[in-house]
């Protein structure tokens, strides 16, 4: 519409600004010629060598004489209307009879020289004041302006429909795309507007329909997969039952239960029934992880300490969410460094975040660690990697530095979960 605006006004301008100066021209002409007609309607008076009586009597009946802008000096010496001074036009006119329009002091005088026989040279002055120059001119140019501001008002209405047809189709494809980047694949829109607004309503409507597609066939290879695994699980649970050791087996079989646990919760997140509005406590989910890993700590005559904070810390993860990620930081720390290395293991929470740490006393490592697919032990790559993505989703952050043991200290921030009135 501003664009409409500064084009429709240079176009108004571009005329109104013209024909305003020909208004003020033809205004000046108007005047002028009317002065040249009073001038000439005195002239066969003089040119009859008429009486004082009759010349003035023609003087009064013209306009410029009753308003005392006529003044007719004859060859008898006669000065009829009002007395001025001879201009050089006025002198020129009486000695050579020459007549002449042009500027003079407040307007412009006409003056006719007129020759009523050899010799006999009289001359009419008609004085047109600036005034009558420009009466009527600024009724024109208001006129004008009028015209120019309508036209610009039409302009607007007219700029304001066209954009509607891009605007509007524009802004339901933007809230549409909004939409479908919150997770609602079934958004479409109808192509509507110009036609590359048409061509991109339709290669959105294809862009989810392929999105889905996608997620559709990754949720079903990640089930079938995680079904698979299944039956290898199901082969070491026999095999554990023919372990004599009773313990042995009872530790075994709670390791299988932890992983088939996982395996579940793999399948319901990949069908797209894992439910993590409900959130957990942090600090159960880190304190009962601590507990389990201490025991292989222990084995490994590793130093093991653990920070535990106060009270329950409402995040939104799921427990199994959660606790897979604290297993990926704690089994990173006891595959990257050496048996006997320190562990430290804690949380703790403020009034808008809550914090989970695992340091090591080992060599370290970089951030370079966290991108998927990055290892440098033959792993596949991707447990800080689903650590880190696990943090965004619930709008936190991973981050890597240097433990007060000297190894590596990666730490999962979380934004702590509000109960509904107020308090976290």
């Given at each position: 519409?501003?664009?409409?605006?500064?084009?429709?006004?240079?176009?108004?301008?571009?005329?109104?600004?013209?024909?305003?100066?020909?208004?003020?021209?033809?205004?000046?002409?108007?005047?002028?010629?009317?002065?040249?007609?009073?001038?000439?309607?005195?002239?066969?008076?003089?040119?009859?060598?008429?009486?004082?009586?009759?010349?003035?009597?023609?003087?009064?009946?013209?306009?410029?004489?009753?308003?005392?802008?006529?003044?007719?000096?004859?060859?008898?010496?006669?000065?009829?209307?009002?007395?001025?001074?001879?201009?050089?036009?006025?002198?020129?006119?009486?000695?050579?009879?020459?007549?002449?329009?042009?500027?003079?002091?407040?307007?412009?005088?006409?003056?006719?020289?007129?020759?009523?026989?050899?010799?006999?040279?009289?001359?009419?002055?008609?004085?047109?004041?600036?005034?009558?120059?420009?009466?009527?001119?600024?009724?024109?140019?208001?006129?004008?302006?009028?015209?120019?501001?309508?036209?610009?008002?039409?302009?607007v209405v007219v700029a304001d429909r066209l954009s509607r047809?891009?605007?509007?189709?524009?802004?339901?494809?933007?809230?549409?795309?909004?939409?479908?980047?919150?997770?609602?694949?079934?958004?479409?829109?109808?192509?509507?507007?110009?036609?590359?607004?048409?061509?991109?309503?339709?290669?959105?409507?294809?862009?989810?329909?392929?999105?889905?597609?996608?997620?559709?066939?990754?949720?079903?290879?990640?089930?079938?997969?995680?079904?698979?695994?299944?039956?290898?699980?199901?082969?070491?649970?026999?095999?554990?039952?023919?372990?004599?050791?009773?313990?042995?087996?009872?530790?075994?079989?709670?390791?299988?239960?932890?992983?088939?646990?996982?395996?579940?919760?793999?399948?319901?997140?990949?069908?797209?029934?894992?439910?993590?509005?409900?959130?957990?406590?942090?600090?159960?989910?880190?304190?009962?992880?601590?507990?389990?890993?201490?025991?292989?700590?222990?084995?490994?005559?590793?130093?093991?300490?653990?920070?535990?904070?106060?009270?329950?810390?409402?995040?939104?993860?799921?427990?199994?969410?959660?606790?897979?990620?604290?297993?990926?930081?704690?089994?990173?720390?006891?595959?990257?460094?050496?048996?006997?290395?320190?562990?430290?293991?804690?949380?703790?929470?403020?009034?808008?975040?809550?914090?989970?740490?695992?340091?090591?006393?080992?060599d370290g490592f970089d951030r370079s660690a966290v991108e998927?697919?990055?290892?440098?032990?033959?792993?596949?790559?991707?447990?800080?990697?689903?650590?880190?993505?696990?943090?965004?989703?619930?709008?936190?952050?991973?981050?890597?530095?240097?433990?007060?043991?000297?190894?590596?200290?990666?730490?999962?921030?979380?934004?702590?979960?509000?109960?509904g009135s107020g308090k976290v």
């Open positions: 519409m501003l664009v409409f605006v500064a084009v429709s006004t240079l176009v108004a301008l571009a005329f109104v600004v013209p024909l305003g100066f020909l208004v003020r021209r033809t205004a000046e002409d108007r005047s002028i010629d009317v002065a040249r007609a009073d001038a000439a309607a005195v002239v066969p008076a003089l040119v009859a060598d008429g009486t004082r009586a009759q010349i003035e009597t023609a003087v009064a009946a013209t306009r410029a004489g009753r308003d005392g802008r006529m003044t007719v000096m004859t060859s008898q010496g006669w000065v009829i209307g009002p007395a001025i001074d001879r201009t050089p036009r006025v002198q020129a006119a009486l000695d050579a009879g020459i007549s002449d329009i042009g500027e003079t002091a407040g307007g412009i005088e006409v003056v006719a020289a007129v020759a009523s026989g050899p010799g006999n040279l009289s001359a009419v002055r008609v004085f047109v004041p600036d005034a009558e120059r420009r009466k009527g001119q600024w009724r024109a140019w208001g006129a004008l302006a009028a015209v120019g501001v309508t036209l610009v008002a039409i302009s047809s891009v605007v509007q189709p524009t802004q339901r494809l933007a809230s549409a795309a909004r939409r479908l980047g919150g997770g609602e694949l079934e958004t479409k829109v109808d192509p509507e507007g110009p036609e590359e607004l048409v061509e991109l309503a339709g290669a959105f409507n294809l862009l989810g329909t392929q999105v889905s597609s996608m997620l559709e066939r990754e949720r079903e290879l990640v089930a079938e997969l995680s079904h698979r695994l299944r039956t290898p699980l199901t082969k070491l649970r026999m095999r554990v039952d023919q372990v004599d050791d009773s313990d042995l087996a009872d530790q075994l079989r709670d390791d299988l239960d932890d992983v088939t646990g996982v395996v579940n919760d793999l399948i319901r997140e990949a069908r797209g029934a894992a439910d993590s509005t409900q959130g957990c406590d942090l600090g159960q989910v880190v304190t009962e992880r601590a507990e389990f890993w201490s025991v292989l700590a222990e084995d490994q005559r590793r130093p093991w300490r653990f920070d535990a904070g106060r009270g329950p810390v409402r995040v939104d993860v799921s427990a199994s969410e959660l606790g897979a990620a604290v297993d990926v930081l704690l089994e990173n720390a006891f595959s990257h460094t050496p048996e006997g290395a320190p562990l430290l293991v804690g949380f703790r929470a403020d009034r808008e975040r809550a914090v989970v740490w695992v340091g090591d006393g080992g998927r697919g990055a290892s440098g032990s033959g792993s596949t790559g991707l447990g800080l990697d689903i650590a880190r993505r696990l943090a965004e989703h619930a709008g936190g952050e991973l981050d890597i530095g240097t433990s007060e043991l000297g190894g590596a200290l990666i730490t999962i921030s979380l934004p702590r979960r509000d109960d």
